[in-house]
C-alpha cells in the first residue's frame, strides 16, 4: 500500500511538474509575444541625429545695395559652400576655394581647418562689393577687454582672428589687431541719421548722441558716458519703455536702473518719433514660482488681464519734438478699452546684414500711419496723423460681426494712394484707396486667399504679393507670387509648380529666389525674374543620409469635415517599417486654430510630433478642422467663433473615421490625440467630448479654461459681448465652456502636461483640470515641468519621451518597465560608458 501511494505520489509530481513546465512556457511565450514599441527606430531620429543627416533646406539670400546680386551658404553631407550669385549674367560661382582658404586660415591661427568644416562667422561685403570680411574663432584662450580677474568663471574667450578675402584676386589677409566689437545693444533705438539713440531708463525715456552711443557698445560701464533725461514721471507698468516683462521679482529690482529697450519709431528726417505707451497699472497681477531657481525659489509678477474683466491696459500715442525735448499726446480714442498699433516701414531686403538699423515709421516726414481696434474686435480704424497739426484722421474703416483683422498698408507715391488688406467681401483681397481713404477699386478678387504685399512697383503701377488657394487642383494652402496691375488687370502667377512656396525678392522687383517643397518631395530653390522666367537652379536639399537611416515620406491626404461638404487636407505618417498586413494604433496630433492648423505643407526637419512618434508603431496624422487655418475664407476661419471649446472636435473624429474606413491597417479602436497649447486644450476636450472613440492622450500646457487665459486670444477669437447702458457706460460681458467642466466624462487615459513658469498660458490652466477630475474621481497621470516657461526648453526632450510611454502603454499595450530606456542616452552619440 505504501509502495502504491509513492508511486501514485511520483505520478501526480510527474503531472504537476509538466503542467509547471507548459505553464511556464505559455508564460514566456506570452512575454516574448506581448505588444512591444518600437524605441530603437525612434530614437534614431531624435533632433539631435537629424541635425547630422539634413542640414540646408533653403536658399536664403543676401543681396548686395550696389547690384542685382546676392550671395548665400549652403550645407549638405559634402559640406559647407558659399555661393555668389550674378541674376543678370545667370552665373553661381563659389565665392572662394574652401581648400585653399583653409589651408591659408591654419596657417594664420595654427589651427586646422578643413574644406567641409569650415566654420566662417560674420560673412560681410564690403561697401565697395569688391571683398568680404569673416571671423574665425579659435583654440586660443584669452583675457575678455574687459576684465581684470583671470580666475573668474567668465573671464576667457576664444581668441577671434578676423580675415579680409579680394574676390578678384583670391587673396586671403588678416586683420591686425582685431578685436570683436560687441553686437549692438538691444536697448538701442537708433535715429536713422545715427544722431541720437533712445532708450529707457528706470520706466523713463533718455537719449545720447552717437559718440556716448559708441562707449556704451564698447562699455556699458563706462562712466564718461554722458546721457539726457527726456521724462520724469515714468512708473512701473505705465512706462516710457520696458517695464522688465519676463524677470523676475528680484532681477527686476536689480534691472530697474539699468538701461532697456524703448520702441519707438523715428520720422525719416530723425526730427520726431512715436511711442506707444500703455498704462497697465490696474490690471490685474499674475504669478509664478520658479522653484529650481538657485538659491531661494523665486516669485515673477507680471500683469495679465483675462478674459471679461474690467481693468484694462489702456493705451496713448506719445508725439516727441526731438529737437525741442517735448512731446504730446496725441487723442487718438475711438472705442473703450481700444488697442493701437502704430506701424513701422518695411525693411528693405539689401539691409539684412546691417547692424544698424533704424526704426522708421510708416509715412513721410510729415505723417504717420496706425490702427486702432475696439475691444470685441468687430471695428478697425485706419488713421494717419498729421504731425504739423497732431490732427488725427480716420481713413479707412473696417467692421464684421465676428472679428476683423487688418495688415499693414502699403504706401503708393508718398501716401498719396494705399493698398489695403481686408476680409469685408469673405476672402482676403487687396484694395486701392485715395490719399482720403475713398476706394478706388478692388485689385485682386475671387475665391482666394490673399496673404501679404511683398513689393510695390510705383512706376509700373505693379504690386507683387502672395497669395494661396488660386490654383486649381492644388492643396489650398500652397503658396505662391503674384504680380498684378492695380486696377486689377493682369494677374499673374509668378512661381508655378505644385509646391508649398517661400520667395525672396530683391528690392528693385527684378528677381526672387523661390523655395518649394511638399511634405513628400525635397526641398529645391530656384532663382527667377519678375516675369517668372527661370533663370537658373540653385540648390536641391540632399536626403540621402536621411534615406539611409531608413526614412520615408509621409502621404498627403484629403477628407471631408463633419458637414459632408468642407474639404480637410491633412497628411499622414507611417512607422518607416511599416507593413501594411498589420493594425496600427492612431494618434492624431492636433492644433485647433484659429492662428494656424498644425498640418505641414513643405518638407520639415522638425519631426517629432510626426514621423518620430510614428515609428514607435503607430499612423500618426495630422489635420485641419472648420475654424482653423486663416489662410481660407472668412467663413472657414470664423467657424468656431462663440464655441471656442468644441467647433473642431467633430472635424478630427471624423477625418479618423473616413481614414480607419478606407485603409485597412488603421485600428479605430485605439485611437490617441495629442497637442501643445490650443493642441493640449484640444486634445483634452476630445476626451470628454468623444470618451467612447478617443482612448489616450498627452496634452501638453493646454489652455484648458479659457476664461483665465489671456484676454485678447479668448475676446478675438470666442467673442465678448459690449453692452452700453442707458447712461453711456460700457462693460464687456463674456462667457466660455470649459474643459474642468466636463471632467466626469473621463474613461480613457490623460497625460496632463506644464511647465510651472509658463507666464503664457498659466499652470492654473493645467492644475483646474487636475482638480476637477480629482473631484469627479478619475484616474489620470500629471507631470509638471520645472522651471520650464510654454515650450519647455531645454526639456523638450524629456517631455517627449514621456509622451511616447504614456501611448505606448496605453494603445500598443507596452507595458514593460519604461526606465529600461534611458532618456538621455536615446539621444546621445557616445554613451557614458564609453561605448558607441
Given amino acids: 500500500m505504501k509502495k502504491f501511494y509513492k508511486l501514485l505520489c511520483c505520478a501526480e509530481l510527474l503531472s504537476i511538474t509538466a503542467l509547471a513546465q507548459t505553464k511556464t512556457f505559455t508564460l514566456t511565450e506570452n512575454i516574448q509575444s506581448a505588444p512591444k514599441a518600437n524605441y530603437q527606430l525612434a530614437s534614431r531620429f531624435s533632433p539631435n541625429k537629424l541635425k547630422k543627416m539634413v542640414y540646408s533646406t533653403a536658399v536664403d539670400p543676401h543681396w548686395l545695395k550696389m547690384s542685382n546680386r546676392f550671395w548665400y551658404n549652403f550645407e549638405s553631407p559634402k559640406g559647407k559652400f558659399w555661393y555668389l550669385v550674378d541674376p543678370v549674367a545667370k552665373s553661381k560661382k563659389l565665392m572662394f576655394d574652401n581648400a585653399r582658404i583653409a589651408a591659408d586660415i591654419t596657417l594664420i591661427v595654427r589651427d586646422p581647418f578643413d574644406a567641409e568644416h569650415l566654420p566662417l562667422e560674420n560673412l560681410k561685403f564690403s561697401p565697395d562689393e569688391k571683398s568680404i570680411s569673416f571671423e574665425i574663432k579659435s583654440s586660443i584662450d584669452e583675457l575678455k577687454k574687459d576684465r581684470k580677474d583671470k580666475k573668474a568663471a567668465d573671464s576667457m574667450q576664444k581668441k577671434i582672428y578676423s580675415f579680409k578675402y579680394e574676390l578678384a584676386t583670391a587673396k586671403l589677409t588678416e586683420v591686425p ?197 475696439s475691444r470685441d474686435l468687430k471695428r478697425i480704424d485706419i488713421c494717419t496723423v498729421d504731425i504739423n497739426t497732431n490732427a488725427v484722421k480716420p481713413l479707412i474703416d473696417e467692421r464684421f460681426n465676428t472679428y476683423v483683422e487688418v495688415n499693414r498698408p502699403g504706401l503708393v507715391n508718398d501716401g498719396n494712394e494705399l493698398i489695403h488688406w481686408s476680409e469685408r467681401d469673405g476672402w482676403a483681397h487687396f484694395y486701392l484707396f485715395d490719399a482720403n481713404g475713398k476706394l478706388k477699386n478692388q485689385i485682386t ?89 527661370k533663370v537658373m537652379d540653385l540648390e536641391t536639399t540632399d536626403l540621402s543620409l536621411l534615406m539611409n537611416a531608413g526614412y520615408k515620406f509621409p502621404e498627403p491626404f484629403k477628407v471631408k469635415a463633419d458637414d459632408g461638404i468642407t474639404d480637410l487636407y491633412g497628411v499622414m505618417y507611417k512607422p518607416f517599417d511599416f507593413d501594411p498586413n498589420k493594425k496600427y494604433p492612431i494618434i492624431e496630433y492636433v492644433y485647433p486654430g484659429p492662428q494656424t492648423e498644425a498640418v505641414n505643407k513643405a518638407f520639415s526637419k522638425s519631426m517629432d510630433r510626426t514621423e518620430r512618434l510614428a515609428q514607435f508603431g503607430y499612423i500618426v496624422i495630422t489635420v485641419g478642422n472648420r475654424g482653423g487655418n486663416p489662410s481660407r475664407s472668412k467663413w472657414y476661419h470664423t467657424f468656431g467663433y462663440g464655441n471656442l471649446r468644441d467647433y473642431g472636435l467633430a472635424d478630427k473624429k471624423t477625418a479618423i473615421e473616413q481614414l480607419a474606413a478606407k485603409y485597412p491597417f488603421i485600428d479605430d479602436q485605439k485611437v490617441g490625440i495629442t ?121 523638450t526632450e524629456y517631455a517627449f519621451w514621456k509622451l511616447a510611454d504614456h501611448f505606448n502603454k496605453y494603445l500598443i499595450g507596452d507595458f514593460s518597465d519604461p526606465s529600461e530606456v534611458d532618456l538621455v542616452e536615446m539621444d546621445r552619440d557616445i554613451e557614458q560608458n564609453g561605448k558607441q
Fill in 445 to 533: 478678387k475671387g475665391s482666394f486667399h490673399c496673404e501679404s504685399i511683398v513689393n510695390i512697383d510705383e512706376k509700373n503701377r505693379v504690386l507683387y504679393f502672395t497669395a494661396n488657394g488660386r490654383e486649381g487642383k492644388e492643396d489650398p494652402y500652397y503658396l505662391h507670387l503674384y504680380s498684378i496691375n492695380f486696377d486689377g488687370s493682369n494677374m499673374k502667377l509668378l512661381n508655378a509648380g505644385d509646391f508649398d512656396h517661400s520667395s525672396s525678392m530683391n528690392d528693385n522687383n527684378t528677381f526672387f529666389v523661390d523655395n518649394y517643397s511638399r511634405v513628400n518631395t525635397a526641398p529645391k530653390s530656384t532663382l527667377y525674374n519678375k516675369a517668372g522666367l
Fill in 177 to 373: 589687431n582685431f578685436s570683436k566689437p560687441k553686437p549692438k545693444p538691444t536697448w538701442g533705438s537708433v535715429a536713422p541719421d545715427s544722431s541720437a539713440i533712445i532708450f529707457s531708463r528706470n520706466y523713463n525715456l533718455y537719449w545720447m548722441d552717437k559718440s556716448n552711443y559708441l562707449k556704451a557698445v564698447k562699455n556699458e560701464d563706462d562712466s564718461t558716458i554722458v546721457e539726457h533725461q527726456l521724462t520724469k514721471d515714468g512708473v512701473k507698468f505705465y512706462s516710457y519703455g520696458s517695464d522688465g516683462d519676463g524677470e523676475n521679482n528680484v532681477e527686476n529690482e536689480k534691472n530697474n536702473k539699468k538701461r532697456r529697450g524703448a520702441y519707438v519709431l523715428w520720422s525719416p528726417n530723425a526730427k520726431y518719433f512715436v511711442l506707444d505707451r500703455t498704462d497697465s497699472r490696474k490690471v490685474k497681477d499674475l504669478w509664478v514660482i520658479n522653484s529650481v531657481t538657485p538659491g531661494r525659489p523665486t516669485l515673477e509678477t507680471y500683469k495679465y488681464q483675462m478674459p471679461g474683466e474690467a481693468e484694462a491696459p489702456q493705451d496713448e500715442v506719445l508725439l516727441f519734438d526731438f529737437p525741442a525735448k517735448t512731446f504730446k499726446k496725441l487723442n487718438v480714442s475711438a472705442f473703450k478699452d481700444q488697442s493701437i498699433s502704430v506701424w513701422s516701414k518695411p525693411s528693405l531686403a539689401k539691409d539684412r546684414d546691417n547692424e544698424f538699423r533704424p526704426s522708421v515709421w510708416l509715412g513721410n516726414d510729415n505723417r504717420f500711419y496706425f490702427s486702432r481696434t
Fill in 675 to 795: 497637442g501643445h497649447s490650443g493642441g493640449g486644450f484640444m486634445s483634452t476636450a476630445a476626451m470628454l467630448v468623444y470618451p467612447d472613440f478617443f482612448k489616450a492622450a498627452v496634452s501638453n500646457s493646454g489652455n484648458h479654461d479659457n476664461s483665465i487665459y489671456n484676454r485678447w486670444w479668448s475676446e478675438k477669437h470666442h467673442g465678448v459681448k459690449e453692452i452700453i447702458s442707458a447712461k453711456g457706460d460700457t462693460t464687456f460681458k463674456y462667457n466660455i465652456e470649459k474643459n474642468p467642466d466636463l471632467a466626469k466624462n473621463l474613461k480613457g487615459h490623460l497625460l496632463l502636461m506644464t511647465g510651472d513658469v509658463d507666464n503664457n498660458v498659466h499652470p492654473a490652466n493645467t492644475i483646474r483640470v487636475a482638480n476637477a477630475l480629482i473631484k469627479a474621481g478619475k484616474r489620470f497621470d500629471m507631470l509638471i515641468v520645472p522651471g520650464q516657461r510654454h515650450a519647455y526648453g531645454d526639456l
